[in-house]
């Protein structure tokens, strides 16, 4: 079964900093998708941003961006110029064509003024 | 497009009593999903929804929770008689498809609260 490691509960950030939240995953796949969701304090699960695996650019979302590491089974998301608004739970998330997102538990980012 | 609709966003109710979620998932998305959400376990994926036929339900943690789908614009999480470890936050969500480039499309869920 694919896994999906979010190794930081809670990150905290200042305004304007940038931020960079960690998620591991573990599969035998060689083709499959990575994506970051935000779930702001009104709970709506909201999609950042999305990586395949057969591609070795990077994904790129406005202030979003992600450092994938296919051999390294790493996908990390980093946040530039962080705002009040960034404040939320990150979660990263795996799946291969045919299944269901499987999701990692978490992490809780704080963005201070 | 409103998006995915589930109602009620909040639901307290007593242990044993029945509880009925809905979601109304995007028009035109073949696939509805089904999360729980709690501290302990994160997200988890109950049950999945392909043209309204139940494809994957290994989630459902017991015979106490059914869904179903009589048609394609709605769908029920039912769970009787509920007990206080149910309570969680449940998400309804739909795709166009399966591939691994689509995107799911999440309600705003619904909390219950099991005394």
């Known amino acids: 079964a694919q896994t999906v490691t979010q190794s930081q509960p809670e990150m905290s950030v200042q305004e304007a900093e940038t931020v960079t939240l960690s998620c591991t995953y573990d599969t035998s796949e060689s083709d499959y998708y990575l994506f970051w969701y935000k779930q702001p304090p009104s709970r709506q699960m909201i999609l950042v941003i999305r990586q395949e695996a057969y591609k070795q650019q990077n994904a790129t979302e406005n202030r979003f961006s992600v450092n994938f590491q296919k051999a390294a089974k790493s996908f990390s998301l980093k946040i530039s110029d962080s705002q009040l608004g960034d404040a939320a739970m990150y979660f990263c998330a795996y799946r291969t064509s045919g299944y269901a997102l499987n999701f990692g538990k978490g992490t809780s980012l704080l963005v201070t003024p | 497009d409103a998006g995915v609709i589930q109602s009620p966003r909040h639901e307290v109710t007593e242990m044993g009593q029945e509880v009925t979620l809905r979601c109304k998932p995007i028009s035109g998305h073949d696939y509805l999903f089904w999360y729980r959400q709690t501290m302990m376990r994160g997200l988890e994926l109950l049950i999945y929804f392909n043209n309204n036929v139940p494809i994957d339900d290994s989630g459902m943690p017991e015979d106490r929770f059914s869904a179903k789908m009589p048609n394609a614009s709605f769908s029920t999480l039912k769970i009787q008689p509920s007990e206080p470890r149910d309570s969680a936050v449940y998400f309804c969500?739909?795709?166009?498809?399966?591939?691994?480039?689509?995107?799911?499309?999440f309600g705003p869920g619904t909390r219950l609260l099991v005394l």
């Open positions: 969500a739909s795709s166009l498809g399966l591939a691994g480039e689509e995107t799911q499309y």
